[in-house]
């Protein structure tokens, strides 16, 4: 996955320094948007399933603008797009969600987020709902982050009459420049991914992952991620 951010000028020209930057592209981080201004991200992955010929390469882009409401709080809007092969471009979902965070960086020995996701499926009675635990922890230079997921989808086009899944994700990243960071993360879940039908198995997934901020307004984020398990993507990017 790879991810670009801007702050829109006029509303976000005077953001502080811990504006609500990500280091990884799967893992949450404990900041949030700073109150009073307005990011814009833009989310792109490229995915396989299986090496499989037969399966084409997928894509998905997800616009997002998120809004601090206050010193702890923000909210976001996503539209995500999504792309089969050379298929066109069509309208997956769109999504609503806070984020709330606990104390200021370092008060307490963990810092806390929670992150609140529902969304509407274009032309089906789906909506998935998503609650993730935002632990983090900076060390010197060397920032340290997991997430647990609860995920669900509700409504009267879901097979079962609540599908519910567990999933994780978890980063380290370090600072080797004001401007550069490098590490990994690895992220997964219950859900099922892969081209078979679905199991019960889990899908695993991890990768290095490299972020740049070139100004104080822009930022870039990619991640590439290999499947551990049959259920996973063999490769995300």
């Known amino acids: 996955m790879k991810a670009y951010a801007v702050l829109v000028p006029g509303l ?3 953001a502080p320094a ?3 930057v ?7 981080e404990y900041s949030t948007q700073p109150e009073g201004t307005t990011s814009v991200q833009l ?3 490229a995915r396989r399933v299986t090496w499989d010929e037969d399966y084409a390469e997928e894509f998905e882009h ?7 409401v206050s010193e702890h709080w923000d909210v976001a809007t996503s539209t995500v797009l999504v792309q089969s092969g050379r298929n066109g471009l ?6 609503l969600g806070p984020r709330y965070r606990f104390a200021d960086r370092a008060e307490w020995p963990v810092d806390v987020t929670l992150a609140l996701e529902a969304g509407k499926v274009a032309d089906r009675s789906i909506y998935p709902l998503e609650l993730r635990v935002v632990a983090a922890r900076d060390i010197d230079s060397l920032t340290l982050a997991a997430n647990g997921i609860v995920g669900v989808q509700v409504g009267a086009d879901v097979i079962d009459e609540v599908d519910l899944a567990i999933g994780w994700a978890a980063g380290a990243s370090y600072q080797l420049h004001n401007k550069l960071r490098i590490g990994a993360e690895t992220w997964g879940g219950t859900a099922d991914e892969g081209p078979r039908p679905p199991t019960d198995g889990v899908n695993a997934s991890v990768g290095p992952v490299v972020h740049v901020a070139p ?3 822009l930022w870039v984020t990619g991640t590439a991620g290999f499947g551990l ?5 063999v490769v995300a990017v």
């Open 215 to 217: 100004s104080s307004k």
């Open 62 to 68: 997800r616009i997002e603008i998120k809004h601090g």
């Open 43 to 45: 989310w792109h992955t």
């Open 22 to 28: 990500r280091a990884f592209t799967e893992t949450y």
């Open 90 to 95: 069509t309208l997956d979902r769109v999504v």
């Open 12 to 14: 976000a020209a005077s």
């Open 229 to 233: 398990t049959d259920n996973a993507d």
């Open 18 to 20: 811990d504006a609500d």
